[in-house]
C-alpha cells in the first residue's frame, strides 16, 4: 500500500492488505476484501504551492491501476475539495469538514451529515467575537466570514479558492447550522481557547487546533 507524508510526497511501501469491518464472504467462499486509501489534501496531497504533485499525481495513478478506492478527505468545504477530485478523475463521495459531511459529487446524494446545530453556532461565534478572535463558518451555502481584511486575505492564501462572504456583525449572517466553525487569533490566545473550550464541550464538540492560529470546532463523532 502507498503512504501520503506530510512533505507533499508520497512513498511506495507494501503492507498487508486489511478488511473492512463489514466484509461479506463471497459465493465461492472467500472473504471479499475493500482496498481503499484515504487522504487528506493540505500538507499531504498538496504541495506548499497548494497544488498536486508529480509525484504525488503518479502515486494515485498507481493506487487506481491496483484498484484502491481513493478518497479524498479534509477539513475543506464539499466545493473547495471537487476541484482537486476532479483533477484526479476520482469517482468517490468525498468527505470534507474533517467529516461533518460525505457528498457523492456526481449525484450530490449526501451519505451522511453531522452537523452543528444553530443554537450551539450562535453560540461559538458570539463567544469568539467576547474573547477577541475572528470566526469563520463553513455551512452548505458557502464560507462565512467575520469581517476582518487580515482573515479574508490569509483564507484566500490559505486555500487558493475564492472569497468567502463577510459580516460586519453576526446578526447580518442568516445562519442555520454548521459543518464546521473555526475560531481564528494569536496562538496563544488560541492555546488557551483550546483548552477551555475542549473541557466546556467535552462529548459535544470535537475541538482541534489545525494550525498554531486556527482552533476547529465540529460536532463530536463527525471525525
Not at 498507481?62 to 484498484?67: C, H, M, W
Not at 490569509?154 to 475560531?183: M, Q
Request: a negative charge; one cysteine or more; hydrophobic letters at 35%.
Amino acid at each position: 500500500m502507498l503512504q501520503f507524508q506530510a512533505q507533499g510526497k508520497i512513498s511506495g511501501s507494501k503492507s498487508g492488505q486489511k478488511r473492512h469491518p463489514q466484509d461479506k464472504t463471497s459465493q465461492s467462499g472467500k472473504q471479499q476484501v475493500y482496498k481503499l486509501a484515504a487522504i487528506d489534501l493540505d500538507g499531504t496531497l498538496l504541495n506548499p504551492e497548494r497544488r498536486i504533485s508529480d509525484e504525488n499525481r503518479a502515486a494515485v495513478e498507481k493506487l487506481l491501476a491496483n484498484e484502491v478506492e481513493v478518497v479524498l478527505a479534509s477539513g475543506r468545504r464539499h466545493d473547495d475539495i471537487y476541484r482537486f477530485h476532479k483533477e484526479l478523475g476520482l469517482k468517490t463521495p468525498i468527505l470534507s469538514c474533517h467529516g461533518a459531511l460525505v457528498k457523492d459529487p456526481f449525484s450530490n446524494e449526501v451519505f451522511c451529515t453531522r452537523p452543528i446545530e444553530q443554537d450551539l453556532v450562535l453560540f461559538l461565534l458570539k463567544e469568539a467575537l467576547e474573547v477577541g478572535l475572528s470566526w469563520v463558518v463553513y455551512d452548505e451555502k458557502g464560507v462565512h466570514l467575520c469581517h476582518s481584511e487580515f482573515w479574508i486575505n490569509e483564507y484566500i492564501r490559505r486555500t487558493d479558492f475564492g472569497c468567502p462572504t463577510t459580516y460586519k456583525a453576526i446578526s447580518d449572517y442568516d445562519l442555520t447550522h454548521a459543518e464546521k466553525v473555526n475560531w481564528m487569533g494569536e496562538p496563544e490566545a488560541i492555546q488557551q481557547q483550546f483548552r477551555r473550550m475542549n473541557e466546556l464541550f467535552k462529548g459535544k464538540l470535537t475541538c482541534v487546533v489545525t494550525d498554531p492560529d486556527h482552533l476547529e470546532f465540529t460536532l463530536h463523532g463527525a471525525d
